[in-house]
C-alpha cells in the first residue's frame, strides 16, 4: 500500500508531462490526419494555380480560363511576387502562368505566342502542366488549320467535352482509416514517451541509494516490492492507453473506431503500449539519473518514430531505413497499423500479417522482461 | 580577471553533460534522423514514370493512333508510363495487388481506364488518356474540315489524314518553363539550426543565475567578491555564447557538408546566420534570467516552449511556415527562430539579399532590446533581503 501510494504520488507530481506529451500527440496527430486518397469514387485532384491573364478574356482566351477554372483550383492575391514565390517554394501554389497580352489574336492568326510558367517541385506541378499543356496543345493544333477565332474557340471546346470512361475498382472506401491508421502511427511516439518518463522517473526515485537501503531493511519484502512496482507500472501504462483511446474517439470519431477496424488498432496499440512499459522497466534498470531520463527518452522515442515510420509515412523512408527499423517493435506496430488499414475484407490471409505482427512485439515485450530481469540479477550480485 | 574568470565559466559549462547533451549533441542526433527520414521525401515528390497495364486485345490492336500515342508515352527520358500489357484478368489482378496504378482497355472504340484509388498517378492517368482520345478526335475533326473545304473537288482521304495527324503530333504549345527546382525538406533543417541556437538561450540563463544573488547561493557569494558585475557577467555570458556558436556552426557544417543540404552560395553569410542567432537567444536567456526570479527549470521550459512553437510556426513538423505566415502574418517576423529560419531559407531561395539583410537586422534588434533592458535592470542592484 505505502508503495503504491509512493508511485503514485511522483506519477502525479509528473502530471505535466503526461499534459505535454498528449497535447503533443492532439496537435501534431491531427496535423498528421490530412485527407486521403481512396475513394469508391473517381474524382480528378485539381493543383493549385495562378493565373496572370494580361489578354481581354475574349476567343481562346476566354476559353482557356473557363477551361481552367473547370480544371484547376485558381488561386487569387498573389500580385506580390515574393508572396508567391514562397507559396511555390512551399507547394501551396503549383503553378504560376502568364498569359500574354493579344493571346486569343496571335493564336487565331496561327502564330505560337510564349506563356511563361513558374512551377512548384512538388507531384501536383506536374499534374498541373499537363492539364495546362492539354488545351495549349489543342489549341495549337487547330490554330494551323486557319480556322476563324470563333470557330477555333468552339472546336477546342467540343474536343475538350471528349472524355474517358472512368472505372473504380476498389469495393470498400479505405479512407476513412487513414486518420486512426495517422493517429495511431503517431501515437507511437507520445506512447514511449509518456511511458518511459513517468515509469523511468517513479523507479529511478525507488533506486535511489539511500531509498532503496531504508526499504532494503522495511518489513516489505524485495520481491513483493517490485511486484507491486511492475503491477502499478502496468495500471499506469493502461491508462495512459485508455487515455489515447478516448481522445482517439473524440477526434477521430467513434463510427470509424467503433468497428473492427478500430478493434484491430486498439488490441495493436494495447499490445505497444505493454511493449513500451517493458521497455521502460528495462531502461529503469540502466538510467538512474533523473536529469539523463529525459534525453534517453527523446533518443528512443522520437528515433523509432522517425525510422519505423511514426511522423513520416514508411512509403517515403528509404529501403535502408526501413531495414535498420526491423529490429525495433515501433517498425511491427506502425506496419500492423498501415495493415489495417489496407484491409478490404475480413479474412485469414488479411488478418494473417496483423496477427503475425502483434506477435513479434509481444515477443518484444518478452525478451524486455528478460533482459530487466537480466540485469536486475546481474545488479544483485554485484551488490 | 575576464580571462580568468572566463576560463572556469568555460570549464564548468562543458563539464555539465546535461547541458552539452541539449545543446551540442541532441541537434545532432535529430539532423541525422531528419537526413534518414525526409531523404526520400524531395524525390518522392519528383515525378517519375509509373506502372500501368494496358489490355493488349483486338480492340486495342486495331486503334493503331491510340496504340502508338502510349507506346511514345513509355519511351525516353520524358516517359510518363511504364507499359504492362496484359490481359483483362491479369490486369484486374495486378491493380488487386497494387503493382499497377490503373489499366487502360479499349471498348467500342472508346478509351476505359481502370484504377483502385483516387491520387494524383491516377489522376495523370485520366488526364493523359483523355488527351490521346482528344487527339484522335482532333485528327477527325481536321480531316473533316479540310474534305468540307475542298468544296466538292477530288481529295485524297489518306494524304489528308496524315496531313492531320502530322498536325496534331506537331503541336507544340510555345511555353517557357521559369521554374526553380528546389527542395522543400531543407526547411525543416534550417529550423533545426534555428532550434540549436535557441537552445543558447538555456546556457546564458543558467550563466546568469550563477551571477545573481537572489536566484543562487553561488550568486551570493559572488556578488561580495571584489570584482566588478560586468566583469563576471560579460565573461560568464561570452563563456554561453562561444559554447553555443560552436555547436551551432558544427551543426550548419554538418549539415551542408555531411548531409548535403543546401544553404545556397555564400557561407560566409551563412555563418552569419549562426553568428546573430547565437548573440539573440544568449541575450534572451540574460532577460529571462533577469526579469524572471524562478528556478533554472521553469526557464528551461519557457525556452522550450519559445523554441518549440517558434520552429512550429517556422516550418519545423511538416513544413507549414507559409499558411501560418498567411494566418498570422507577424510571428515568425518578431519570433528569432522565424527570422533565423528566414535568413537561412532567403540565402537559399532569393537572388538578392535583401530579405536576408532584414532577418539580420531583425535579430540584431531584438538582442539589443533583450541587452538594454536586462543592463538597466542590473544596474545598481541593492537588495534587503535574498
Redesign the interface.
Known sequence: MIVSKAFWKIAIKNIGTIILYTIILLL?GS??MNTS???T?????KPSIVVFNHDERKGVTDGFMTYLEKNTDIKTDYADD?RL???L????VALALDIPENYHQDIALGR????????????????AK?????Y???????A??N?SEADLAA?ID???E?????????SVDTSKYSKPTRYFSFANYSILACVITIICLIMSAFNRVEIRKRNLISRTELKQMDRVLLKNCCIYAFGVWLLYIILGFVTIGSDVLWSAYGLLYTINSLVFTICATTIAYVLSKLVHSQ??IS?VM??VA??SS??CGG??PA????DS?LAFAHILPSYYYIDANNKIMAIESFDWNTLWPIILNIAIVICFSFAFVALAAYISRKKQKIA | MFWHNFKFAFKTLIKNR?LI??TLA?PF??AL??N???????D????EAFDIAIVNDESYQNAIGIKSAYSALSEGDEKIFNIKYASREDA?KM??NEEIEGYVYIADG???????????N???L??????I??SV??VE??VA??IQRSGGQEINIPEIAAKAMK??SE??????????????VS?EFFTLVAMACMQGAMISSEMMDRSLPNITNRGKRVSIAPTRKSVIVGSNLLAGYLLLFVSVTLLILFTRFVLGIEYGSNIALMLLVAVVGSLTSTMMGMFLSVFLKAKSGAKQVIVLVVTMVGCLFA?M???????F?EALPFVNKISPVGLITDGF?SLY??DDIS?YVVNIVSLLVIAAIFFALSVRSLRRNRYDSV
Open positions: 501534431f496535423i498528421n486518397t481512396t475513394t469514387q473517381y474524382e480528378a485532384k515574393d514565390k514562397d507559396a517554394f512551399y507547394e501551396d505560337n505566342p510564349e506563356i511563361r510558367m513558374r512551377a512548384s517541385a512538388g507531384y501536383s506541378a506536374e499534374l499537363v492539364v495546362v499543356k492539354r495549349l496543345t489543342i489549341a495549337q493544333a487547330y494551323a488549320t480556322l472546336m467540343k474536343t475538350l471528349k472524355n474517358v470512361t472512368i472505372d473504380i475498382k476498389s536529469s539523463a534525453g527523446n533518443v522520437l528515433g522517425f525510422l511522423f513520416v512509403e517515403y523512408l528509404p531505413v | 546535461e547533451f541539449w541532441f542526433i535529430l534522423l531528419f534518414l527520414a525526409f531523404a526520400r521525401l524531395h518522392y515528390d519528383v515525378f484486374d491493380l488487386e472508346q478509351i476505359h481506364v481502370a484504377v483502385k484509388t483516387n491520387g494524383t491516377q489522376t495523370v485520366a488526364t493523359v488518356s483523355e488527351q482520345s482528344q478526335v482532333m475533326d481536321i474540315t479540310d498536325i496534331v503541336a507544340e504549345p510555345n511555353v517557357k518553363d521559369e521554374s526553380r527546382v528546389m527542395n522543400i526547411i516550418g513538423f511538416g513544413g507549414m511556415k507559409n499558411y505566415d531559407y531561395y532569393y530579405r
